[in-house]
Structure formats: structure tokens, C-alpha cells
């Protein structure tokens, strides 16, 4: 009987190496009766199937929709092919030269066989805390240069032992070519110390490291991106003394659970926080509070958030479970520095504030920071992106050449372009002193090396100042674009939505260098992807002493006010003035007559702390954005009204805060409760924004708005404008791939410059 066969080759890009595709594929194809073989390539997985027409229907269909925890499928192309008749289905040895075209997967968390592993007295592996398998484990951190095999990664100093070689041989164990396969026989071991240097003799450091914690100690625990610094989330004492050691006054620390129930006696979550929580990803999720909040208060003081997150490493999960409800583990530095990960450097950094180290002797080569995401407007947005999900790209519409982008200063990223990929790099920081410098410089290096590329173009912010601005015209042999802050914001949610311009941009944002040296920040722009045109924004008022402004935002109160009375006060009985003493509110009303070290700013951030600040919430911040979060935590309930306001026809549109200002300055007069104000204030930046939307796409005759900037993290202010602009007719596009900080913005500069040079 003839029966009908059939052969096809198929090509499968994406992250597909290392990942236990090809042992996937092999019992995939097994269970369908097929023949052939499978082999990596330098693009990614080369299959050969043959057999019955339906199993290769049935294969291609399991391949597509359930591949591999770890592996993304970005293509499969299917082809007919010559039937080579095979006996067997096999796994071939690789093909081509290198992996230079594949994709790195990044760093995941151990998976439920490996825990069930660990936690059983009857495996070698009970209690190893670097047990991991093709589906699990450490990628991103431990690897210097591709291809992705052990010998290029930290790897390499362990060799394996007869029994952990066997099961990466053998394609059908689920440790096949598991790159940081080890056992306690071969692998890395962890250790513990005084903050003397001393190492600490004991059977199980782990046990005893618990025991210390729960002792009140300060704890550096060596993780898969970084140190951590824990303590006990539940002793205020240990907490307390870890926030003055790490010279980190109010900004909440993150903490770690053993699981979902211990998280519910401290906060509120639904079913999309669980997922996330739980992916493997294994992020920090800002979640509300719960009322009564079972931690000790100085773990988030002030703050209706606490971000949670659960155990991602096998080291993690032991130490959990010695009965914790929940740990702090905050990054192991002083604030604004880098995140330790050289054991060395540890010590030398953080004797200062941990009383013992939990350490061991697998190297981290690049370091990277917990991912921070929330849920808000019914989405999941990044606060920041970085472990587990770098260096997963964002997948753009058309090719570009290979650009890399600096970033701007805050939250700084990089991000590097290969055809229609883009890769932004993990957190770096802060680019504000030499540590954090030198590893802007490191994670461009590393990034280029492990993707194999020479940018032909560098885009930077249009500051001059900024040090990743100095650094991109340092470089030779690539041109330089400087793209504007606000327009880079705008073309980074444009780039990950997958569109193209004319759009109108909504930039709500803190700072960025505008043409006309004035600070910018509330910006409507008419963007498409190679420029804009600045249709409106909010008027501008002085910054008295410039970055003074910032940390004090009672300065920007009193311009706002000096902006809507003049010269001439009435009485206003603002507390806040009080508070900050007479002869100070003169200095600074001085300051703003006689333009003294007052730049001129139309920055949304700043109306945001001025508000808070004529509120009285705060007068200084000990971190950037703080009096806005305040103002956004202060708001409740459902505002019907908003502050009267004012535009100013011309080209660009100027909206007036002077209105707004009177219209809060009046109800704290008559003593409306704050939050009634601060949800009013937010309905009105709402109602302002549309408004000027709707003005913008009348006459431009636009149907597409784009949200971007920092002050969107605000999710009051998301939640409140989405609406509002589709009641209008818009179609809204927002962030959901990259955060809407200044972490996302280096994807909107390689995307603009090389859109501007291909005009020039
Ligand atoms: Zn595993
Ligand atoms: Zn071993
Ligand atoms: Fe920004």
C-alpha cells in the first residue's frame, strides 16, 4: 500500500539556543512519527521532517504554540524539500560558523523541576542551590562573548563532573546543553562572611545566613544580577538601621516573598499581579497596600505602594524557606551607585552597611537589576526593564542600520539595532558619577560584543551636557545624531506600537533640553518619526537655582504663584510659605524677577511639585519625582470638576498654569481636603492635554495620539487622559514593551536618528 509522504525543511529564528529547543523538537517529533534531524545553525533551528501529510500539520502546529518555556519564536519558514530518507529522527551536530545571528535568552527563574529537585533528600542535588536545567537559570549575566556555550561563560572555571557530562549529552534529559549545568560534586559553591573578610566555617550557610537575619543583621546575598541587601521586612530596628547604613531615607525598598500568601498579608493584588509575580520573569510588582499592613512601616514610609517580588534563584527559595513572610532585598550599593556583583568590590562597598555576606564563587559578567512593572489604564507598564526580559528585543517594522543609542541621564539604558531588532540594555542607573559611567561604557562594549555589531550610527540627547551625550562625541568612525528629549519619547512608543507619523505626541516628562535653551516637559508635539514640530505646550515659569528647583520643589510653588499673582501677593495663608521662612520665599521671589539661575521650564513634572509643594505635601524630595508620586497617592475618588484653564491660541498653543494655580491656591484657602484637590488637579491636566489634542487634530486633521514621558507613570494621569481621548475620537497609543521614563527613551533616539539620516 502506497502511503503518501511528504518532507518539509523548517527555519525557526528567535531564542532557540540553549534554551532545550533541539530535545524539544526531537520528541516532538517522535510523538508524531516523523523522520529527519535537527541542528542548530547560525540563524537559529534547522528541521528536516518527514512522514504523513496531518503529523506534519500536527508538528508545525505544536511548534509554533508550545515551544519551550525559554524560547521565543520570532519566524518559521516552512518549505517543501527533497525526501532524504532518513531511518531515525536524530539531533545533528551544528551547523555554520557561529550564533552570531541568534538570540540570547535572558535570565529566568529556577523552574518547578529543579525546586521539586532541590527540596527532596533523595536527589544529589538537595539543597544545591545552583541547580538549573535548559529551562531554567542564569543566560545574560554569565555570558562575555557568543557563541553561547559554556566555555564563554562564567561557567567555565567548573568542569563537570561524570555524572552532570552524561545528562548534557543526552538529548532526552532535560540538562542537554544546559550551558550552567552543575551539581554539588562540580559546581559553585556558597560561602559566608564577616564584614571583616573572615569567612564564617559552618555546615549549611544558608541556615545559618537565615539565622543571622533573623537576628536583625544586615545581610549582602550575591544573587544572578547583583548583590542584594536583606533583612527582615518585619523587624522596624533592622530595617531602620539598613535605610541610614544605605544613606536612603524615604524611597521604599522592594521585598521578597516565599510565595503568593505571604504577599497577601502585606498587599493587594488580583489575578493579572499573581501572573506577573509568578512569570518567570519574576519582577518587582508595585502592588497597593494592604490596611493593616503586617510589615514594619520604614520598609515603605509615606507610600500607598510597596513593590514585591518572589524567589528567583535556587539560593532565594532556600533561604525563604527557613519561615520568613517576606525579606527586604534592595540592591546591594550606596544610593546612585551601580549594583555590586564583583565579590571583591562587594566587600569593599558594602562592609560599610551588611554585617555578613552570603556569598560564592560563580561570577556575574554583567550585572543586572530587578525589573520593576505595574499594572495601570488595564495594561502592564515597565518601570523598569532589565532582568528577565534583557535581552529579549523589540521587534520594529522595518530594518534599520546598526545604530546605537546613548540614552539621556536618569534610569539610563542603551540600545543597540540589528536589522528590524532593537536591544535596549538592562538598568545602568543614573549617569551622574564615574562608577555608573564606567558601566555605561562596559554595557556598550558587552552589548556590541555579544551581538556582533559595529554601530555606522550614534544617537544621543540633544544636551550637551549629559556624560552619554560627551561620550557619543568622543566616538569616531560613526556619525553623531542628537535627537530632542521629547521626540525621542514620542518615537520610542511609536517604534514598540509598531507605527509610523504623523502623530500627535503627548510628552508629559521632568527635563529635556529643548532647541531654544529652555527646559522642556510638557511638550504636544507633531511627530512622525525623523522630526517634529512643537504644536503646544505648557507656558514657561523660572526654576529658581536650576536643579535646586528640583530637589525643593517649594521654589517651583513659589514661580508658580509669583506666575499667577504677579508681583503683588494677596495674603494667601499657604502654610508652605510659612514653612519655608520669609526671608527665603524674598530670596527666591528675587531670584525670579532678576532671572538669577533661573531657567525657563515648561516641564509637566515640575507643575506636579509645585502643586504638592502649595499643597504642603513636601517641600524637598530626597529623590526625582517624589512630590509628584505623593500628589498622585494623595488624589482619591472620582472628580467631576476640573480648574479652570487657559490656552493661548498661536503657534505652538500655550497652556496657562496661572488658572490652575489660582483654582488650587483658592480651594486650600477654603480648606478643601487634599485629596478632593489632587484628584481635581489630575482631572485637569486631563482635560487640558485633550483639549489641546482635540485643537491640534482638528486642524491637522491627526486621528493618533502617542503618550510618553515620565510623568505617565502616573497612572491617575494614564487611566484619566486614555479615556478622555477616545472620547474625542483618538486611537491612543501608550508604552507597554519599554518603560515611559527616561529608561525607554534610547529605542525612540536610534529609531529617530536613523529615520534622520536617511532624510539628510
Ligand atoms: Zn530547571
Ligand atoms: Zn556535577
Ligand atoms: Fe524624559
Known sequence: MEQRHEARRLEVNGIVQGVGFRPFVFQLAARCGLKGEVANTSAGVSIHIEGAPESIRHFERELSQSPPPLARIVAIVSRPAPPGHYPDFRIAHSRGESAMATLISPDVAVCGDCLAEMFDPAERRFRYPFINCTNCGPRYTIIDDIPYDRPKTSMRHFAMCARCRAEYEDPLNRRFHAQPNA???????????????????????IRQAAELIRQGRILAVKGLGGYHLAVDALQPAAVARLRRRKLREEKPFAVMSPDIAAIRAYARLGPEEEALL?????????????????????????????????????????????????????????????????????????????????????????????????????????????????????????????????GAELKSTVCLTKGSQAFLSQHIGDLENLATYEFFQQTIAHMQRILGLRPELIACDLHPD??????????????????????????????????????????????????????????????DEGGFERAAHLACVPMPGSAAAIKEPWRMAVSYLQDAYGDAWPDLGLPFLEQAGASNVRI?????????????????????????????????????????????????????????????????????????????????????????????????????????????????????????????QNARLLAGLIPALEARGFEVYSHRLVPTNDGGIALGQAVAAAAQLKKA
Not at 184 to 200: F, H, K, M, T
Not at 383 to 396: C, H, I, K, Q
Not at 634 to 643: D, F, N
Open 588 to 712: 527666591i521671589r528675587e531670584m525670579i524677577a532678576k532671572r538669577v539661575n533661573s531657567p525657563l521650564t515648561s516641564s509637566l513634572g515640575r507643575l506636579f511639585d509645585g502643586v504638592a509643594a502649595l499643597a504642603g505635601m513636601r517641600s524637598r524630595v530626597n529623590y526625582e519625582g517624589q512630590a509628584a508620586m505623593e500628589l498622585e497617592m494623595a488624589a482619591a475618588g472620582e472628580a467631576e470638576q476640573s480648574y479652570e484653564f487657559a490656552l493661548e491660541d498661536g503657534v505652538p498653543i500655550r497652556i496657562l498654569p496661572a488658572p490652575i494655580i489660582r483654582g488650587v491656591v483658592e480651594e486650600l484657602a477654603r480648606r478643601v481636603p487634599l485629596p478632593v484637590i489632587g484628584a481635581r488637579f489630575h482631572h485637569t491636566v486631563v482635560q487640558v492635554f485633550a483639549e489641546v489634542c482635540a485643537r491640534i487634530g482638528r486642524e491637522r486633521g491627526l486621528k493618533r495620539v502617542v503618550l510618553s514621558g515620565g510623568v505617565f
Open 278 to 406: 509568578a512569570s518567570i520573569q519574576r519582577p518587582i510588582v508595585l502592588l497597593a497596600k494592604a490596611d493593616p499592613f503586617a510589615l514594619a512601616a520604614e520598609v515603605a514610609p509615606g507610600n500607598r505602594f510597596i513593590g514585591a517580588l518572589l524567589p528567583y534563584t535556587p539560593l532565594h527559595h532556600l533561604l525563604l524557606a527557613e519561615g520568613f513572610t517576606a525579606l527586604v532585598m534592595t540592591s546591594g550599593n550606596l544610593s546612585e551607585e551601580p549594583i555590586a556583583i564583583d565579590n571583591a568590590d562587594a566587600f569593599a562597598r558594602l562592609a560599610g552597611i551588611a554585617d555578613n555576606f552570603l556569598d560564592h564563587n560563580r561570577e556575574i559578567y554583567l550585572r543586572s537589576d530587578d525589573s520593576v512593572l505595574r499594572r495601570a489604564a488595564g495594561e502592564t507598564r515597565f518601570l523598569r526593564r532589565s532582568r528577565g526580559y534583557v535581552p529579549v528585543p523589540v521587534f520594529l517594522k522595518r530594518p534599520l542600520p546598526p545604530v546605537l543609542a546613548c
Open 466 to 527: 549629559y556624560l552619554s551625550t560627551r561620550w557619543a562625541r568622543e566616538q569616531t568612525g560613526a556619525a553623531v545624531i542628537a535627537v530632542q528629549h521629547h521626540h525621542a519619547h514620542i518615537v520610542s512608543a511609536m517604534a514598540e506600537r509598531g507605527i509610523a507619523g504623523p502623530v500627535i505626541g503627548v510628552a508629559c516628562d521632568g527635563t529635556g533640553y529643548g532647541p531654544d535653551a529652555t527646559v522642556w516637559g510638557g511638550e504636544v508635539l507633531v511627530a
Open 183 to 205: 551539581c554539588p560534586a562540580c559546581g559553585p559553591q556558597v560561602s559566608l562572611w564577616d564584614d571583616r573578610g573572615n569567612e564564617i566555617n559552618s555546615e549549611d550557610p
